[in-house]
């Protein structure tokens, strides 16, 4: 089993920065990918960026290309996006979640472990 919990998200206005945090947990494996992904309301599911945690490949998708980073910290079990310049279209809904390949799927069929989820809400 493995357990994904997001955290720091928040209200912020245009231009602001966050970080969110996915916290993993219970049995986990070197070849997993974490991806961030978001859902605005009455909007379909968006992929964001990607990480295999452990070789450090990661992917990126045009929508957040310059301002959005994906990072990890093994030790601590943990993925980082880094959101920057922060613009009212990134309003959503943040996901993380795990798929067993560490080759960065992009179908949502292929995670299948998700966090809840931490919203993010951007004010013009």
């Known amino acids: 089993q493995v357990q994904l919990v997001e955290s720091g998200g928040g209200l912020v206005q245009s231009g602001d920065s966050l970080r969110l945090s996915c916290a993993v947990s219970?049995?986990?494996?070197?070849?997993?990918?974490v991806r961030w992904l978001r859902q605005a309301l009455a909007k379909d599911r968006e992929f964001v960026l990607a990480?295999?945690?452990?070789?450090?490949?990661?992917d990126n998708t045009d929508s957040v290309k310059g301002r959005f980073t994906i990072s990890r910290d093994n030790a601590k079990n943990t993925i980082y996006l880094q959101l920057n310049s922060l613009k009212p279209e990134d309003t959503a809904v943040y996901y993380c979640?795990?798929?067993?390949?560490?080759?960065?799927?992009?179908?949502?069929?292929?995670?299948?472990?998700w966090g809840q989820g931490t919203q993010v809400t951007v004010s013009s």
């Open positions: 979640a795990a798929a067993v390949t560490g080759l960065l799927p992009r179908s949502v069929y292929e995670y299948g472990y």
């Open positions: 219970g049995r986990t494996f070197s070849h997993h990918t």
């Open positions: 990480i295999n945690w452990s070789g450090g490949s990661t």
